[in-house]
């Protein structure tokens, strides 16, 4: 049986912290390519894979996301070497003929608004969550954030309304400046129960 | 700079696959505390933790379970050494005081039902992605699914109303048997943009 290293477990999971300050350093393409090409393995519900990103790195980019922004989430987004809108295509299940042809599982969404609503933002969810932990796989620091006006964001990057943001992350190597103390976490007791 | 090694990469996610079949080998309670003190650390929305789990491994808690399972998946969980049940709470906003103590974060939540809900949904399905990805962390094979009724689950298992079941996760060892071909993935073209 196959364990992550204690390197590891302190990259991703026990010692990582959420950045609000970046070194000047830039992000290379080719690291967000690697960052996509480990996110995009994990699971999502039949492979649906509804995630979509833009990853903000121009300052004209960077002034379209102004406007959206809550006054605390604006001067660490603006300064930020990137900043990626994680959001989600409605229309993800056109390409499950492509992604899960063992069914027709298009044919499970189509007309079903309430169904294609709650697994695209669950399955978008999940894949920022994966977005986050591959980040931290590839060296990158991360300071995500759901504090934004998702409307403003949607009119200004996705006018064709198909495609809706469901959370802003900050990416870059982080100076470790103004760290907060890390806050608690609840306890195995307060969390789980096992029958 | 620090980086995922090449076998941390394969153990969480260029090689993991989601497993149907589970040898025998029980999962202790030490393993489910290790893989919850690993899923607890990476980020939720100020801190507000809201995924609350419980592992069903008896046959008395399976059969609490199987009025709930969709017909494809009812052999492979019954027959999984554990299955958990991934949910929120909805009244997580309760313990920000403890969780967040920079700001009162409560007053964001309280009689704001909208916000209540999106955050509840966003920030479970982060931490069951997290919870995905410690649990191969330390050394368990994953099946997780969607395909149930969650107003059975919640009946049966979260009857005070206050906590809402999310999806499900079969847990164990896996034995290898009939794993599908992986699916193809979206390429970073059809995903991604840099802007």
């Given at each position: 049986?196959?364990?992550?290293?204690?390197?590891?477990?302190?990259?991703?999971?026990?010692?990582?912290?959420?950045?609000?300050?970046?070194?000047?350093?830039?992000?290379?393409?080719s690291v967000?390519?690697?960052?996509?090409?480990?996110?995009?393995?994990?699971?999502?519900?039949?492979?649906?894979?509804?995630?979509?990103?833009?990853?903000?790195?121009?300052?004209?980019?960077?002034?379209?996301?102004?406007?959206?922004?809550?006054?605390?989430?604006?001067e660490k987004?603006?300064?930020?070497?990137?900043?990626?809108?994680?959001?989600?295509?409605?229309?993800?299940?056109?390409?499950?003929?492509?992604?899960?042809?063992?069914?027709?599982?298009?044919?499970?969404?189509?007309?079903?608004?309430?169904?294609?609503?709650?697994?695209?933002?669950?399955?978008?969810?999940?894949?920022?969550?994966?977005?986050?932990?591959?980040?931290?796989?590839?060296?990158?620091?991360?300071?995500?954030?759901?504090?934004?006006?998702?409307?403003?964001?949607?009119?200004?990057?996705?006018?064709?309304?198909?495609?809706?943001?469901?959370?802003?992350?900050?990416?870059?190597?982080?100076?470790?400046?103004?760290?907060?103390?890390?806050?608690?976490?609840?306890?195995?007791?307060?969390?789980?129960?096992?029958?």
């Open positions: 049986m196959q364990v992550l290293d204690d390197a590891g477990r302190r990259l991703l999971f026990t010692e990582a912290r959420t950045h609000k300050h970046f070194t000047p350093a830039p992000v290379a393409d967000l390519r690697e960052l996509y090409d480990l996110m995009k393995f994990p699971p999502t519900s039949a492979n649906c894979s509804p995630a979509r990103l833009i990853f903000l790195r121009s300052n004209e980019a960077k002034e379209r996301l102004r406007p959206a922004l809550s006054s605390g989430n604006l987004t603006m300064s930020a070497p990137v900043t990626a809108i994680i959001a989600s295509d409605l229309a993800f299940y056109e390409q499950l003929p492509k992604l899960f042809p063992q069914a027709d599982a298009r044919a499970w969404f189509t007309g079903n608004d309430a169904m294609i609503q709650t697994t695209s933002f669950r399955n978008s969810s999940l894949q920022g969550a994966y977005f986050l932990l591959a980040a931290r796989a590839v060296g990158l620091d991360t300071g995500p954030m759901s504090g934004f006006d998702n409307a403003k964001v949607d009119a200004a990057f996705f006018p064709h309304g198909k495609v809706k943001s469901n959370f802003l992350c900050n990416l870059g190597y982080g100076s470790g400046e103004k760290l907060y103390p890390r806050n608690p976490r609840l306890s195995f007791e307060e969390v789980c129960t096992i029958l």
